[in-house]
């Protein structure tokens, strides 16, 4: 657990940008994916994580942004190797957005436009599409090797 500095450094924070209780909790949940709601229950990396966060560290924001960010480009290569989106123009890309949006919150596990996911949500969509290329691989395996044998029965 964190020191007691740490939890009152936290508090302090809270406190100076205005966050109701619920807010409080709400983002300790969000750190902790669920495991804590309190302060005091912060591990110390938690803790210095969100005091780097609460304090504006750009540093802390920028390695979180790239951690979203290289998982929404696993997410558009895997929709390409899916075949779910196609072409190398803006508008095709305009549009293969636009299609990756609209599965994600009708079909997606997460329920929401991938701009609006945090890394967590991001990191279960990416497994969902990966999942998805698997299916499609074995898939296209199983009607290659029918193929294979009706043909050879003939």
């Given at each position: ?6 939890i009152r ?15 409080k ?5 969000h ?88 890394l ?5 969509t ?29």
């Amino acid at each position: 657990m964190c020191p007691a500095s740490q939890i009152r450094k936290i508090q302090t924070l809270f406190s100076k940008l205005g966050f109701s209780s619920d807010d409080k909790k709400n983002i300790i949940r969000h750190l902790t994916s669920n495991r804590a709601s309190s302060t005091k229950d912060l591990r110390k990396d938690e803790a210095k994580y969100l005091i780097n966060y609460l304090e504006g560290n750009n540093e802390v924001k920028q390695a979180y942004y790239d951690k979203c960010l290289k998982e929404v480009k696993s997410i558009y290569k895997l929709s390409y190797d899916i075949g779910m989106c196609y072409g190398d123009t803006y508008e095709d890309k305009m549009m293969n957005i636009a299609v990756i949006n609209k599965f994600c919150r009708e079909r997606g596990t997460v329920k929401k436009n991938i701009k609006e996911m945090d890394l967590k949500e991001l990191r279960k969509t990416k497994k969902q599409f990966e999942a998805m290329l698997q299916n499609n691989t074995k898939s296209a395996v199983n009607k290659t090797t029918n193929k294979i044998l009706n043909e050879t029965v003939k």
